[in-house]
């Protein structure tokens, strides 16, 4: 695991579409995973803008959102498909219909769940995987004693990930209490893992991420154990590592 203490979000955005770029200039036809919340937006910035800069192209890659929530109509502005539509899609060149997200909405979310892990596979897997980490060390939403093995599946959030997330939406009661994410174990295969966090808030959860035993009480723990994971933070975010 690599661990690269950077000046702020716009430095950790600019390395993470380093990445990104170096990616899809080898390999037009990668996957990218794509991360919804705060902490991915200065890397859609920056790749929205080598984009209409530079000509960064997209137009033969293919993305898969990390989670999304159950319950929320299809199109409404906080569904992560909405969300990644208003910030990646639009801004570039992709095709939007090879930017994929889990069905929060199916009937049978079981079989939604395998289709959404069968179509990674068909695509050949996730190139490079862009993750935030929650308060409580979430990634996707994987909360903390979820399996380190697990799948694409149903999920409920804990109250303080609700809490977390309430500011995106008009009311607290509003935040769904379940979502449909990739697994630990799911995530894992992905070939290259950009984790961004910045801020004293997420300090707690880089501390064990980076330094605590694995373990399912810190689900992104599992890190350590993927063999090309890169954690760009800020100094605030590195604030409690020894
Ligand atoms: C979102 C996701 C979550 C977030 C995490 C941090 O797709 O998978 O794990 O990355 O909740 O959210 P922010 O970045 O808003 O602090």
């Known amino acids: 695991m690599e661990v690269v203490i950077l000046s702020g979000k716009e430095e950790a955005g600019a390395l993470a579409a380093d990445a990104i770029e170096a990616l899809f200039r080898a390999k037009p036809d990668g996957v ?4 919804t919340g705060s902490s991915p937006l200065p890397i859609y910035d920056e790749l929205a803008r080598r984009h209409q800069e530079q000509g960064l192209s ?18 409404h502005p906080q569904s992560y498909r909405e969300v990644l539509r208003r910030e990646f899609t639009e801004r570039v060149d992709i095709d939007p219909d090879r930017v994929h997200a889990p069905d929060g909405t199916a009937t049978d979310i079981g079989q939604a769940c395998a289709a959404y892990e069968a179509a990674i596979k068909a695509a050949g897997g996730v190139d490079v995987q862009i993750l935030g980490i929650g308060t409580d060390g979430h990634i ?4 903390p004693v979820s399996s380190l093995a697990s799948r694409t599946r149903i999920k409920t959030l804990t109250e ?6 309430a500011r995106f939406f008009d009311a607290a009661e509003e935040v769904p209490h379940h979502v ?34 694995v373990s399912a009480l810190c689900p992104a723990s599992v890190l350590q154990l993927h063999p090309h994971v890169t954690v760009l933070i800020d100094s605030a975010s590195a604030g409690q590592l020894k």
């Open 32 to 35: 990218l995973g794509l991360a």
């Open 58 to 75: 997209f137009t033969r890659a293919q993305g898969f959102a990390l989670d999304e929530y159950v319950g929320l109509v299809s199109g």
């Open 140 to 143: 996707g939403f994987n909360e």
């Open 160 to 165: 303080q990930t609700r809490q977390d997330n």
């Open 180 to 213: 449909v994410t990739q697994g630990l174990g799911t995530i894992m295969e992905a070939r290259h893992i950009l984790l961004i966090a910045t801020g004293a808030q997420k300090a707690g959860a880089v501390q064990a991420l980076v330094e605590g035993p």
